[in-house]
């Protein structure tokens, strides 16, 4: 009892400490937020500080139903549409899902570009890249589609099969990898030397029991989340190559009615959200490679020599972005100079803790 007391006490007191603020005329807004997820995703995690959040700092004057699943719509392009047409005004999708409204957002898998979570995250919340692409969106979307914040949702990419090891590019030769059907995904898998194989999430298990698909592109949380070891999944390389990107968009027009305090708490907790999603996968990815390990799976790191080949492998994935998607050119040269810009500021920031 003393513990709950305790833990009640400290959320009070959290929600009295956020800035007091309500609607000018009484009325609550209501935001349906949604995510193609479950409970156990760090995409619900997210949504659960925002909503935390934004009604205790909005004192009541807003109010987040939050719908998981396929409630309100069943896939990314349909619940984009969605938030076009404000019958949602919340939604999480991955750069996959948006590639075929944004292409350009297919930047977050562009392989082996970013080094670690540090450099990740100061590139998606301490530089201008998440503007510049709420700007384009906005555009490209008719001033329906608004990018709040990006996240995380996973992790990092990883290849996974249930063949062998693979420790070198061309160990990849060969096997049907599964993919989303957006193209640089499947770009990057024909560089390796691998067969793209484009699967509906939810047929992924029964594909690898059947031999359909041989590997995939996932975090680990993902991959135990769905239990894809019982399906054969024993081989993970840590190669790290795409930060799993979670792109967080609301419809503009909701966004734009609400007045200057309301557009602050909603901003605000955006922030929060992502803060969360940053988060939730370290911890979550702890127990998930423990559990792969524990159950036969063989967990491969490469060398900084083999990294670097699969990096020089992946080259062509560079120029087939800047050739093929529109403005994809100046869409890389922005990526590549926000990840300058943020490894410059986490290293100024990594050398003064070391004196």
């Not at 392989?111 to 590139?123: F, G, H, K, Q, S």
């Not at 024909?190 to 509906?200: D, F, V």
């Not at 559990?291 to 080259?315: I, M, S, W």
């Amino acid at each position: 009892m003393k513990l709950k007391s305790l833990l009640t006490s400290v959320a009070l007191a959290a929600s009295l400490a956020l800035p007091s603020v309500a609607a000018a005329d009484g009325h609550t807004i209501n935001i349906r937020a949604t995510a193609n997820s479950n409970e156990n995703d760090e995409d619900y995690d997210g949504l659960v500080v925002f909503k935390n959040y934004v009604e205790n700092a909005s004192n009541g004057a807003i109010s987040v139903e939050l719908f998981i699943g396929t409630q309100l719509c069943g896939n990314g392009a349909e619940c984009l549409q969605g938030v076009a047409d404000g019958s949602i005004d919340v939604f999480v999708t991955t750069s996959g899902g948006a590639a075929g409204i944004f292409p350009y957002v297919q930047i977050f898998d562009l392989p082996y570009l970013m080094a670690d979570d540090r450099i990740a995250e100061e590139v998606l919340s301490g530089t201008n890249l998440v503007s510049e692409l709420r700007a384009k969106a906005l555009e490209d979307s008719g001033d329906t589609i608004r990018i709040m914040t990006v996240g995380n949702t996973g992790g990092w990419r990883n290849f996974a099969n249930t063949q062998r090891p693979v420790e070198n590019p061309e160990d990849l030769a060969g096997l049907k990898i599964r993919t989303v059907v957006a193209d640089l995904p499947q770009e990057l898998v024909r560089a390796l030397g691998a067969s793209p194989t484009p699967i509906p999430w939810p047929e992924l298990f029964t594909s690898f029991q059947t031999g359909v698909v041989e590997g995939s592109k996932n975090g680990i949380t993902d991959i135990m989340g769905m239990k894809f070891p019982d399906a054969g999944l024993q081989y993970v390389t840590l190669d790290g190559h795409a930060y799993m990107a979670a792109i967080w968009v609301m419809n503009n027009q909701k966004f734009q009615e609400m007045d200057d305090d309301m557009k602050r708490v909603i901003v605000d907790g955006f922030s929060a959200l992502q803060q969360a999603t940053f988060a939730s996968p370290k911890r979550k990815s702890i127990q998930a490679y423990e559990e792969f390990v524990a159950g036969g799976g063989n967990l491969y790191v490469p060398t900084p020599d083999q990294k670097a080949a699969f990096q020089e492998a992946a080259a062509p994935v560079y120029d087939w972005f800047a050739e093929n998607v529109d403005g994809g050119e100046e869409m890389l040269a922005t990526f590549r100079a926000a990840i300058a810009e943020a490894e410059a500021e986490i290293n100024a920031r990594r050398d003064a803790d070391l004196n």
